[in-house]
């Protein structure tokens, strides 16, 4: 069963950082592509950001390109997500989903998802 949880969410200033852990159950992490996704009140859920399964390549939208990092350490089954300079347009619900055995942006390549945690950033 795959199962994956996400935590480290929490409320900061504008200009901290936080990092976001995704735990997933063992044996279901590789060699799968892993992504974070947010959602905002009131908007769509919107791809955040990939990394392959080995974790040589990284995949990020414009907006937090430059901000945020993502990492994996595949022998704890552990995605990161490093995220600096953080601004209210960052408050959201994050989501971890596994992705396919390449790296894709669309939601619905994703199968399994976190239950989220929520990143409030106040100005």
């Known amino acids: 069963q795959v199962r994956l949880v996400e935590s480290g969410g929490g409320l900061v200033q504008a200009g901290a950082a936080l990092r976001l852990s995704c735990a997933a159950s063992?044996?279901?992490?590789?060699?799968?592509?892993m992504g974070w996704f947010r959602q905002a009140p009131q908007k769509n859920r919107e791809f955040v950001g990939a990394?392959?399964?080995?974790?040589?390549?990284?995949f990020y939208t414009d907006s937090v390109k430059g901000r945020f990092t993502i990492s994996r350490d595949n022998a704890k089954n552990t995605m990161y997500l490093h995220m600096n300079n953080l601004g209210p347009e960052d408050t959201a619900v994050y989501y971890c989903?596994?992705?396919?055995?390449?790296?894709?942006?669309?939601?619905?390549?994703?199968?399994?998802w976190g239950q989220g945690t929520q990143v409030t950033v106040s100005s």
């Open positions: 989903a596994r992705g396919p055995t390449d790296w894709s942006t669309d939601r619905y390549q994703y199968g399994y």
């Open positions: 063992r044996g279901t992490f590789s060699p799968y592509s």
């Open positions: 990394i392959s399964w080995s974790g040589d390549a990284t």
